[in-house]
């Protein structure tokens, strides 16, 4: 077989790393090349070229394999053992090279490095580790570089990626034990987990370690994260909820990515025939907002679910919540609580903190709720003011349809 150069190699290896959804770079510390004669690299600054995944996510960095080769044969990979697929593998020099090349080149802020199981799983990530430290220690690049780890490795290896990482993350693949089991025989859901309450306890005594101790070593500044596939197998979307919110519990990740399951060449009769609609993903990343940042408790987003356990499609998860629960409603803007008006379907919480800065001064009117909300139409049913009360429109049985987004159909000519 004749071997194959690196743009041959970097084809087939981004192609193979666009499952991957959890590759964001926020959280991360500030540092910068700026006062060193031979660092290089940045987090900070808009020296980049964004690209787009379809939907919407934008990546910044060079995300790679280092091999697509796998010892594994998960049912819902590409790289899977069994998988007829062109096959590369990067040594961790030429990682290296193509990182620095595209940074000098203004493509990227950073590194997304993750891989298939190649001899082993401590081979695998000592060869990644080997990566993050030459651009680390031999070319002091200060850009930012997240580690896909192997749970499977041994936790002193995944130890040393966190060292040398601003994001590590472990993949909990998907969102119920009999679901990993049957497809993706080769792993552990205890294992994984294991793996990740171990990076747990690195991040507490690092963090603890910076207390005491002003040059203790940094640890993953950027914390852990893990992904899930979506419409794989049968779990629901409460499923999937309840799920993330225990991640988030037992191991104080920064996110929980959710990637829908997409039909794969040469796939196992034991998948899906179909994608899941990528609206779906979307609904449940609402609903990871809403457990973050508006105050819902993961029984109640999973009250906001129908009857089969998933979320509507044509309406948010706040929405949905609110429409099951009306006698939380109406609110009064001028008197509500905080926890009460982030409740409100089309208040955001910037939104709610301008009412409540702005109501220490004068009485809000409708209008000047107006002012600060994309769509009054959706606020309305919902909320009271000096000079609104929605009467019965809190209880139309039509309410859900005339909230509802409108679908059209895009004209493929219109000017």
């Not at 040594?91 to 000098?104: C, H, I, K, N």
């Not at 009064?332 to 926890?339: F, I, L, M, P």
């Not at 409740?343 to 209008?367: C, E, F, M, N, Q």
Request: glycine fraction near 6%.
């Amino acid at each position: 077989m004749a071997s194959q150069t690196i743009l041959q190699k970097l084809e087939i290896l981004a192609d193979a790393a666009k499952y991957d959804a959890s590759c964001a770079s926020s959280g991360t510390a500030k540092k910068n090349s700026l006062g060193s004669a031979k660092g290089i690299g940045s987090t900070e600054g808009m020296g980049i070229c964004h690209a787009y995944a379809p939907d919407g996510r934008c990546i910044s960095l060079l995300k790679i394999l280092l091999t697509n080769h796998c010892v594994f044969d998960c049912h819902y990979c590409v790289n899977r053992k069994s998988s007829n697929v062109a096959r590369a593998r990067f040594t961790p020099q030429e990682v290296v090279d193509l990182t620095l090349a595209f940074y000098r080149r203004n493509y990227i802020e950073g590194l997304f490095l993750s891989s298939g199981i190649v001899k082993n799983s401590n081979h695998t990530m000592e060869q990644i580790v080997e990566v993050a430290r030459i651009l680390r220690e031999e070319h002091d690049f200060r850009g930012y570089i997240h580690l896909k780890t192997i749970p499977e490795a041994d936790a002193e290896i995944v130890h040393q990626a966190g060292l040398y990482a601003d994001r590590v993350s472990i993949n909990v693949e998907l969102p119920t034990d009999a679901g990993l089991t049957r497809l993706a025989p080769d792993k552990d859901a205890r294992q994984i987990e294991g793996a990740m309450g171990n990076v747990r306890s690195d991040l507490a005594e690092a963090k603890d370690a910076k207390k005491r101790f002003r040059h203790a070593p940094r640890f993953a500044p950027a914390g852990q994260s893990t992904q899930m596939i979506v419409g794989a197998d049968a779990a629901t979307d409460a499923d999937i909820v309840g799920k993330a919110s225990r991640l988030y519990d037992n191991f104080r990740l920064r996110r929980v990515y959710y990637s829908a399951f997409s039909p794969i060449p040469d796939a196992s009769a034991v998948l899906p025939l179909k994608r899941p609609p990528l609206i779906r993903e979307h609904r449940l990343y609402q609903s990871d907002w809403l457990m973050r940042f508006y105050g819902y408790k993961p029984t109640e987003v999973m009250q906001a679910t129908e009857a089969d356990g998933n979320l509507p499609l044509d309406i948010d998860p706040k929405l949905a919540w609110a429409l099951k629960f009306r006698d939380s409603f109406p609110v009064d803007v001028n008197r509500a609580t905080k926890e009460q008006l982030l409740r409100v379907p089309g208040l955001g919480v910037k939104a709610v903190h301008k009412i409540l800065a702005s109501r220490r001064h004068r009485t809000l009117r409708l209008d000047d709720v107006a002012r600060l909300t994309l769509s009054i139409t959706k606020v309305r049913p919902f909320i009271c003011t000096v000079d609104w009360r929605p009467v019965m429109l809190t209880d139309r049985a039509d309410l859900r349809s005339l909230l509802a987004p409108r679908t059209e159909q895009l004209e493929l000519f219109a000017a």
